[in-house]
Every structure is written in structure tokens, then in C-alpha cells.
């Protein structure tokens, strides 16, 4: 499926929110958009289609990706709370990817002030390639 062929927002509203069953053009259209980098829309058809291994793998793809936001998504829709020690995964994911706001709000969600108050410092800092003096 090309980008061309992927759903308007509209119409992908409306297939997410009708009654309609059928599991295996919700993963076709899921494994697309995916295909496609659009992690979040695919999310949507994985869960309208109930397939729990998609899920599975894209919980792991989001610690992976240091997406905090899909991250907890993707968990709310498994049902599974995230602990401490899943929380400290994906805040150091982002952190070495120098996705900063990420890494706070997972740090934050982990409960460790250390590592909080490190990216915290980091936020304050100036940012790279600018010089203060500018």
C-alpha cells in the first residue's frame, strides 16, 4: 500500500469508530502504516484489530525508539503497567538518543530523581551550537 493509498484522517476515523470485524484488513492496514512510519495510526488499527503480537512487538519498538508518548500508549492498550525498571529503560533510550523531554517524563514516571535531576540539568543548559554570547 502506498502513501497515496493510506486512509485520509477522516475516513480513518470513521473505519476506527464503525462496527466493522474484520481483523485482517485492520492488520493490513496496521503492517501499512507501519510500513510507512506511522507508528501511532498503526497503533490504532493493531488495537482495532486486536492483535496482541503486533502490540507486543511495538511496545518494544517504542522503548526502543525513546517514545515515551507510544510508549505508554501501547501499554494502556496491552493492559500492563509499566514498572520502575521499564520506565529507566526507556528514559535511558531517549536520553542516548537526546530526546530529552522523553527521557524527563519517563524518569519521572520511574520515580528516580537522580536521573531526572540529570536531564533537567541538561534542559537548563544552552542549547548545542549555541553560544551563549549570541
Known amino acids: 500500500m502506498s502513501v497515496k493509498r493510506l486512509l485520509g484522517c477522516l ?6 469508530n464503525s462496527d466493522r470485524s474484520d481483523s485482517a484488513h485492520f492488520v493490513q492496514l496496521g503492517t501499512a502504516y ?11 488499527f493493531f488495537e482495532k484489530a486486536r492483535d496482541g503480537a503486533q502490540l507486543d512487538s511495538l511496545l518494544e519498538r517504542c522503548l526502543e525508539d525513546g ?11 496491552l493492559g500492563v503497567t ?19 523531554y522523553f527521557a524527563q517524563s519517563a524518569y519521572r514516571e520511574a520515580g528516580s ?3 531526572l535531576a540529570q536531564v533537567e ?3 537548563s543548559g544552552p542549547l548545542p551550537g549555541k553560544s551563549h554570547l549570541q
Open 121 to 123: 540539568r541538561l534542559l
Open 11 to 16: 475516513k480513518k476515523r470513521d473505519l476506527l
Open 113 to 115: 530523581p537522580e536521573k
Open 67 to 77: 517514545d515515551v508518548f507510544l510508549y505508554r500508549k501501547v501499554a494502556r492498550i
Open 34 to 44: 507501519l510500513e510507512e512510519g506511522r507508528v501511532s495510526d498503526a497503533i490504532d
Open 82 to 100: 509499566p514498572g520502575p525498571d521499564q520506565w529507566l529503560k526507556v528514559g535511558d533510550r531517549a536520553l542516548s538518543l537526546g530526546k530529552l
